[in-house]
């Protein structure tokens, strides 16, 4: 078994544009209180109060934000504000503290908030070089003497860089960040068990659910701490604006075959977890269909996957609250002959993590089956009664797929 990186590209993405995004804050911060003291001795007290003041509340509100994640959407949007404040600066030649210290606390915060893995010795020397840096700008700023129009246009440059970088490269957290008042609208999602809390923020894992509707994937996400790596078939994946999406995103696209006898997806899913991602798996491969049937027998792909990666954890989950929604097929195929949903109650119970012995994934049944009895045990996270016992079949068929 191939170790996985210490490091996934999805991880070295978040940490290379985070520490960009840092890097342009403390090179144009020393310009920025330049400009907002540069008012009356007297007033001076009261404008560091309101940069400092509100530079430190908007990074003390971000960790209230129940997504680490997706923390780093507010970086592109606080962006946008200091740009605005840098321009109406510009314009005006006026500099008020709240106005800057407001977005780069929220920057700040946000980028703290988010922050996964260990930092690298090298990173804080790059910061306090930025910090020099900018007091060295502010140093010919000041040499040059009043008015200080340079270092207003210098301030408007770097925001506008930092602004133009963080849409690019925070595209979607900002999205999925962006998405949620619409999933607020249409579900009150809630999350429970062990294994939220215990779900790893960087490394390899898998997580493994029922699935009653399309936008389980969608309720995952929603109660987990770190990006997903979803699986999604090839009749939503291909579509024109979807698709795009998707390709940034890292989703695996899954061939719609009935007869399987090659199954890239499953390799795909085998390489995100040697690059360190999080894995979402739907084992039964298709949406519940009937009322009396809640979990399907699984396929052989999360066997396979396993089998390729056994020291991978397994986070099982019981989504609760899809069937009936909008996109199942309850009373018919999704979204005909159903209302839309508003603020439907969803409930996702996740236990702790386990890891298959060997002897289970000895023989792909013996742990289809043991996969299914976790993924019923974690409904004891939402109060719910486990569903019954689910055994080997007494001939273990090895053409039995469902």
């Not at 159903?338 to 298959?356: E, H, L, T």
């Amino acid at each position: 078994m191939p170790e996985p990186s210490a490091e996934s590209p999805q991880l070295v993405h978040e940490r290379r544009t985070a520490l960009g995004a840092i890097t342009l804050v403390c090179l144009a911060l020393p310009t920025v209180a330049l400009l907002v003291l540069d008012v009356p001795n007297d007033a001076r007290p009261a404008c560091a109060a309101w940069l400092a003041g509100t530079a430190l509340a908007a990074a003390a509100l971000v960790p209230l934000y129940w997504a680490p994640y997706r923390a780093l959407g507010l970086v592109p949007c606080a962006a946008v504000a200091w740009v605005a404040a840098t321009a109406h600066g510009v314009y005006w030649h006026e500099w008020p503290g709240w106005a800057h210290g407001a977005p780069v606390g929220l920057i700040v915060g946000a980028l703290a908030r988010a922050r996964r893995g260990s930092e690298a010795p090298w990173e804080p020397a790059i910061l306090l070089g930025a910090v020099g840096l900018g007091c060295g700008i502010v140093w010919a700023f000041v040499q040059r003497g009043r008015p200080f129009q340079h270092a207003e246009w210098f301030c408007l440059g770097i925001t506008l860089v930092l602004t133009v970088w963080t849409w690019a490269r925070f595209f979607r957290p900002l999205f999925e960040l962006a998405s949620e008042p619409v999933l607020w609208l249409m579900y009150r999602v809630r999350g429970s068990g062990p294994g939220l809390a215990d779900l790893p923020r960087t490394g390899p894992c898998l997580i493994i659910a029922n699935h009653a509707c399309w936008l389980d994937p969608l309720f995952l996400a929603k109660v987990t701490p770190r990006p997903l790596t979803p699986m999604m078939t090839s009749r939503f994946y291909d579509m024109p604006v979807i698709r795009r999406l998707m390709v940034a995103f890292g989703v695996i696209r899954v061939p719609e075959k009935v007869l399987k006898k090659d199954a890239p997806e499953i390799q795909e899913a085998i390489t995100a977890l040697d690059r360190g991602e999080c894995v979402v798996v739907f084992p039964e491969g298709y949406l519940r269909r009937t009322e009396d049937r809640p979990l399907r027998r699984f396929g052989q792909g999360v066997w396979q996957i396993l089998k390729a990666r056994p020291g991978t954890p397994v986070f099982a989950a019981w989504i609760e609250g899809g069937w009936g929604s909008y996109t199942s097929y309850a009373n018919g195929p999704p979204t005909k002959n159903k209302k839309k949903d508003v603020r439907r109650p969803i409930s996702v119970g996740v236990s702790a993590a386990a890891v298959a012995t060997p002897d289970v994934l000895e023989e792909h049944l013996r742990t289809r089956t043991h996969l299914m009895n976790l993924v019923s045990d974690a409904r004891k996270h939402l109060g719910l009664a486990p569903l019954p016992p689910f055994a080997l079949p007494a001939r273990a068929d090895e053409n039995d797929a469902e």
